[in-house]
């Protein structure tokens, strides 16, 4: 009798195939981490006036995601900048995020972030009174 084997888990940061993206970037981007795919899917900039706008995509179906786009004057200090809706095809939505621009130098950077899971909760609670005391108690 055969034995089904378990996948072995990959970590984020390993790129199997070698495309400069690690794995958590493709899961993010809804692209394929075993297959090169480098020019596809990446953020992109572009002038329009005297703003830059910043384009990305990301994949719908990943709600364990965060996708937090900055700029910044230095690469040191980094702002958040609010990302609009810009289109939707299939399970990719394309995001931008458009910064006045006109003087200074602008750097764009998209993290990913994958927040860890909550701390389990014990069942047992102490409940205050309005007297200060404390009272034990569990949890239904």
């Known amino acids: 009798m055969a034995v089904p ?30 297959t090169s795919d480098a020019s596809t899917a990446l953020p992109a900039l572009a002038r329009n006036g005297a703003n830059v706008e910043f384009t990305r995509q990301r994949d719908c179906t990943n ?30 939505e394309t995001m ?5 621009a006109w003087l200074a130098k602008k750097f764009f950077r998209l993290r990913i972030e994958r927040p860890k899971a ?9 409940f205050a009174r309005p007297d200060g005391d404390s009272i034990g108690g569990t949890s239904s």
């Not at 993206?21 to 394929?32: F, H, K």
């Not at 931008?96 to 006045?100: D, S």
């Open 5 to 34: 084997q378990t996948p072995t888990p990959v970590p984020e940061p390993a790129d199997p195939d070698k495309d400069s993206r690690s794995n958590l970037l493709e899961y993010a981007l809804g692209t394929q981490p075993k």
């Open 63 to 92: 709600a364990d995601l965060i996708y937090i786009c900055e700029s910044s004057d230095d690469l040191v200090n980094w702002t958040l900048q609010t990302s609009t809706r810009v289109s939707t095809a299939g399970r990719i």
């Open 96 to 100: 931008r995020a458009t910064v006045l």
């Open 118 to 126: 909550l701390p389990e909760i014990s069942a047992r609670r102490i």
